[in-house]
């Protein structure tokens, strides 16, 4: 079964500074994968998914993620972090059919 | 477009009560609906998969008889905690598959918080 490890339960960076957070994935299928964003007791909110396209996945919000099928990875990356970005990030991984499995999460702060 | 909500947001309840939880997807027709609970600082943790007109399927460890899911139509999924305790106390949060978008996206409505007294 797939299943993803995010690396990392807290990341802070400051304001203006490059975001990084770090996703590997599991699949005995070339996978789906998602980001997605969460904000204190709100649903989930997609940022962007990688669906066997361009491997280098644009998404909202000046997020990116790029696809290392070799690195089984699918890090999301934002060039300068704004403060509204502070929130919960789920990386999600699916082979294909109704089952999507999250990573633990990871919560990112802003320092001003 | 593809948006879901679920009623009520937060609900508090006495120990022993049942309580529903409504999910709709607003704007598309959902044949499978996803059901997920999630404790705080936790990820999400996949409770059922409810496909319309049949019954759901429920992962392994969560109790099919507490935990009561109705997909009745294409666009409303219902699930009913009954008997409910203070351990059941979460944010459940309900997603749709939009089958005419095809892929498997997920979308998500925006959770409902349950406290159990």
């Known amino acids: 079964a797939q299943s993803v490890t995010q690396l990392g339960s807290h990341v802070s960076v400051s304001e203006g500074a490059l975001v990084l957070l770090r996703c590997n994935y599991s699949s005995s299928v070339p996978p789906y994968l998602f980001w997605y964003v969460q904000y204190p007791n709100q649903g989930l909110q997609l940022l962007l998914k990688?669906?066997?396209?361009?491997?280098l996945v644009k998404g909202i919000n000046g997020f990116e993620a790029e696809f290392k099928k070799s690195e089984t990875s699918f890090h999301l990356t934002k060039p300068s972090a704004h403060m509204s970005d502070a929130a919960e990030y789920f990386c999600?991984?699916?082979?294909?059919?109704?089952?999507?499995?999250f990573g633990a999460g990871t919560r990112l702060t802003v320092k001003p | 477009g593809a948006v879901v909500s679920q009623h009520p947001s937060w609900v508090i309840c006495k120990s022993g009560t049942s309580v529903k939880i409504e999910c709709r997807s607003l704007?598309?027709?959902?044949?499978?609906m996803f059901w997920y609970r999630q404790f705080p600082k936790q990820s999400l943790m996949l409770m059922a998969t409810?496909?319309?007109?049949?019954?759901?399927?429920?992962e392994q460890g969560v109790e099919k008889d507490k935990f009561l899911i109705n997909h009745a139509s294409l666009t409303l999924s219902t699930l009913t905690v009954t008997s409910a305790h203070p351990e059941d106390s979460s944010f459940y949060i309900c997603?749709?598959?939009?089958?005419?978008?095809?892929?498997?996206?997920?979308?998500f409505g925006p959770g409902t918080r349950l406290t159990v007294l």
């Open positions: 997603s749709a598959h939009d089958l005419a978008r095809g892929g498997f996206e997920q979308f």
């Open positions: 704007d598309f027709q959902a044949t499978t």
């Open positions: 409810s496909n319309e007109g049949s019954k759901a399927t429920y």
């Open positions: 990688y669906t066997s396209a361009a491997t």
């Open positions: 999600a991984v699916s082979e294909g059919n109704n089952d999507m499995r």
